[in-house]
């Protein structure tokens, strides 16, 4: 459907001149003669945007302002005063208006300014649909634990969140990261505002900045008109960087600059733009390594993690698990659904690489392929059986001597193993150890593994 706009003003030339300009852009105008026809088609049409007069005979423009915020106050006006009567312009924004603009006007001011409120209306709607998900968040209804560990985050959640202060969450994947970022910002002051997330490992670096901080047309091959970036997009909010070690070192300096000038430039352009943004990031690297091998710097970590949350993963808090399986059922719509005790505890048992995201992913499956109202034991993944079928006593695939054996050693030779069982393919390697590629890459340095020749990695 066509954005509706309704311009109202009582000069028939400024109308049409208005109406087609408008209608270039391929918006669907309508146009009334005076305030009153403006007012009757607006309970009409409720179009998206009203452009009105100020100076009109009978009702004003301030009257269509009030009138129209009465019965929508979500609808966008922009007022047209005649020039040197700003400051009427500036009395009708303090009563609601969006912008102004002041005749005579150039065709691409008006153009510019439409696209600007309907831009802002749009972001006014995604906010509102967020809010609505968010609305439960002030409890941490979706951040779901009851253990120790779980009890510390939501402690910490609950101090910085109504700060200015930039928050770190760390841990694996899977953990919840960017759930404990929404809950900081929809118990923030900022929670009106917008929430705009960016996973920094999934932009390819040529267009990071532009993503981050927007371009002027004309910047590069392809940039066919301005762009405005993650940053803008922001304003007055929350922006969630997810992945930010994974940041690419030359965009680094250019990130550390916008927070602490707050303030960025578009790509190919000129003009400074001021940000009021408050930053929460994440990571499941090791960002000390990550500073010592010197692939993130020093001076942007400590700039991003002056509140450092750390969320555990599920092996370390498994008395979550029953619960968090118990909110999935309920999630996915099978709230009657039990589990036998014994696939319920080695369910708890299993160590869960994947962290929560695994599990929800394990619980959705098994609500869709069982074969009643209760879950058996037989019914749980291959993968999960196996590992329980390992943790069995008289299982242990090695047997230490008795005079002792080096850990070191012991680790080097599993870490080969793995490799070799998995034609030392390392990706598949970290996840038959369940860990992560980059822990395996560290020990691969550390014990001077090498890979064979022409094997692919």
Not at 119 to 130: A, C, D, Q, V, W
Not at 213 to 229: L, M, S
Not at 241 to 251: F, R
Request: glycine fraction near 6%.
């Amino acid at each position: 459907m066509k954005t509706r706009i309704l311009v109202i003003d009582d000069d028939a030339s400024l109308r049409r001149v208005l109406e087609y300009n408008l209608q270039e852009e391929g918006y669907e105008v309508q146009t009334a003669a005076s305030a009153e026809e403006g007012l009757y088609l607006f309970g009409q049409s409720l179009p998206n945007l009203v452009i009105t007069d100020m100076k009109m005979s009978g009702m004003d423009g301030m009257m269509v302002l009030k009138s129209v915020k009465e019965r929508s106050p979500d609808t966008l006006v922009i007022i047209i005063t005649a020039f040197g009567t700003v400051d009427i312009a500036v009395e009708a924004m303090k009563a609601g208006a969006y912008d102004y603009i002041t005749k005579p006007f150039n065709r691409e001011a008006l153009k510019l300014t439409v696209r600007k409120a309907l831009h802002f209306s749009g972001l006014t709607e995604e906010n509102k649909r967020l809010k609505s998900e968010l609305a439960d968040k002030t409890d941490f209804h979706t951040i779901v634990g009851s253990s120790r560990e779980m009890e510390k985050v939501f402690e910490v959640i609950r101090k910085v969140a109504d700060t200015e202060a930039a928050v770190l969450i760390t841990g694996e994947s899977g953990t919840g990261k960017e759930l404990v970022a929404r809950s900081i910002h929809a118990n923030s002051s900022r929670k009106d505002a917008p929430f705009v997330a960016i996973n920094c490992a999934a932009i390819p670096r040529e267009l990071l900045e532009s993503e981050l901080f927007g371009h002027v047309k004309g910047a590069f091959t392809g940039a066919v008109r301005d762009k405005i970036g993650k940053f803008q997009l922001a304003d007055r909010g929350t922006i969630f960087l997810d992945e930010v070690g994974d940041l690419p070192v030359e965009m680094q300096p250019k990130l550390l600059r916008a927070l602490q000038e707050k303030e960025v430039v578009p790509v190919g352009g000129t003009k400074v733009q001021k940000l009021d943004v408050r930053v929460v990031s994440a990571t499941n690297l090791n960002i000390d390594k990550a500073i010592a091998d010197g692939t993130f710097r020093e001076d942007l970590y400590y700039r991003l993690s002056v509140i450092p949350i750390h969320l555990p993963p599920l092996r370390e808090r498994r008395k979550d698990i029953p619960i968090l399986i118990r909110y999935f059922c309920t999630k996915h719509g099978a709230d009657k659904i039990t589990f036998a005790q014994d696939a319920l505890e080695t369910l708890v048992m299993y160590p869960w690489p994947g962290n929560v995201r695994e599990l929800e992913n394990t619980v959705e499956r098994l609500l869709i392929m069982r074969n009643g109202e209760t879950i058996t034991l037989e019914e749980l993944p291959e993968k999960i059986l196996e590992e329980k079928t390992l943790r069995q006593p008289g299982s242990a695939f090695v047997t230490l001597p008795d005079e002792g054996y080096s850990l070191e050693q012991l680790e080097r030779e599993v870490v080969v193993n793995a490799l070799e069982r998995n034609n030392w393919n390392q990706a598949a390697a970290a996840r038959f150890l369940r860990i992560p590629r980059h822990t395996l890459i560290y020990r691969l340095e550390k014990y001077g593994i090498s890979l064979p020749e022409k094997k692919e990695l």
